[in-house]
C-alpha cells in the first residue's frame, strides 16, 4: 500500500506487518533497508519466505515492545494486515497477538507539501492483567550510511547528564564509532561484526546520511520519565547488513485495554553535503534542518 504526495513515497506492507517497507523520494533509492533476497539468517531458523511461525527480519520499519526478551519480542509479524485510508495518509492494523495480548497499530500521516511524515505508534494490552512495556520503534536504515546522535547538553551541575548503554561485544574502540562532543557517529560497514548502544538522547532526534540523502527523525525525550535499559530513550544497532535508528517510549505498566503511544516525525532531505570530522562544523551543517 503505497503513500504519496508525489515528492516522496512510502510503502506499507499488507501480507506481513506492520511494516513500512519503503520510503524515499519519488523513483528514488528506499532509504531503509529491504531484506530481498533473505540475506539475515540465524542458526536454526529459515528467513528464506515470507511468512510462517518465525520472526523475520524483512527490514524497512516496525513496532516492537521493550525491554527486549525473546520470544515475547520477536513476535511473527507474519500475518495480514488491515488497513484503511485516514486524513493525508494510512492507518496498519494487524490482528491482536494471541499469546503476548498486544494489539500493536500504525497511523501514517504525510505533509502533502514536503518531504515530512509523522508515525504513530499504538500499542493496547489486550490481556486481563497489567503488564510493564515500552513502545520501540526500530528503523532499518540500507547499508553505506552514518548515524548521527546528539549528546544530551542539559545543565546539571555536579550531577551526570549523560547515560550510555552498551551490549554484549560492543567495543569502545570499534572503528565505526566517533564518540565526539556535541556527537555520535556510528557507520554502517558491511566488513564488521554487531554494535548497539543506547543514550538518553534528550535532543530528541537522530539522523542517518547515505548518498548524499539526510533522513532525520524527531520524537519526544521526556527526562522525567523511565526509559528501558538503563534510561536509553534512542538506541542504535548495527551489523554487517544494516543499521538501526530505534526510539524508545516511557516504560510504563499498562492496565488491561489501556493504549499507549509514541510518535516519530520524519524528513527526507535530498541534495545534502556534511563535514563529519568537525562538530561545530556538522552542527552547523545540520541544525537548519529541523526545529526544536
Known amino acids: 500500500m503505497e503513500v504519496t504526495n508525489g515528492i516522496i513515497s512510502l510503502i506499507a506492507t499488507v501480507e506481513f506487518g506492520p511494516r513500512i517497507i519503503r520510503f524515499g523520494f519519488t523513483d528514488g533509492d528506499n532509504v531503509f533497508f529491504e531484506d530481498t533476497e533473505r540475506q539475515f539468517k540465524e ?80 500499542i493496547t494490552n489486550t490481556g486481563a492483567w497489567p503488564v510493564a512495556f515500552a513502545p520501540w520503534a526500530l528503523s532499518v536504515m540500507a547499508e553505506g550510511g552514518k548515524a548521527i546522535i546528539p549528546q544530551a547538553r542539559r545543565e546539571t551541575n555536579l550531577l551526570p547528564n549523560r547515560v550510555l548503554a552498551l551490549w554484549p561485544g560492543s567495543q569502545m574502540n570499534d572503528h565505526r564509532v566517533y564518540w565526539g562532543e556535541r556527537f555520535i557517529l556510528l557507520q554502517q560497514d558491511e566488513t564488521a561484526r554487531p554494535f548497539k548502544f543506547g543514550t538518553n538522547n534528550e535532543e530528541g532526534w537522530a539522523a542517518y546520511f547515505n548518498k ?76 537548519p534542518y529541523f526545529n526544536h
Open 43 to 122: 542458526t536454526g531458523e529459515d528467513f528464506s519466505a515470507v511468512g510462517g511461525g518465525e520472526w523475520r527480519i524483512y527490514g524497512g520499519h516496525r513496532l516492537w515492545t521493550s525491554p527486549e526478551s525473546v520470544p515475547r519480542t520477536t513476535y511473527p509479524d507474519n500475518g495480514p494486515v488491515r488497513w484503511r485510508r485516514a486524513g493525508n495518509g494510512i492507518v496498519l492494523t494487524p490482528d491482536a497477538e494471541a499469546w503476548t495480548h498486544v494489539q500493536k497499530e500504525i497511523e501514517v500521516q504525510m505533509n502533502p507539501a514536503s518531504g515530512e511524515v509523522t508515525i504513530h505508534h499504538r
Open 212 to 287: 548524499g540523502h539526510l533522513f532525520i527523525k524527531s520524537y519526544r525525550h521526556n527526562v522525567h520519565a523511565v526509559y528501558p535499559d538503563y534510561g536509553a530513550s534512542f538506541e542504535c544497532y548495527t551489523n554487517h547488513l544494516f543499521l538501526e535508528l530505534e526510539t524508545l517510549g516511557e516504560l510504563k505498566t499498562v492496565a488491561p485495554r489501556e493504549t499507549v503511544s509514541h510518535t516519530e516525525s520524519w524528513k527526507l532531505i535530498g541534495n545534502v553535503s556534511l563535514s563529519m570530522d568537525n562538530d561545530n562544523e556538522l552542527e552547523s551543517a545540520i541544525r
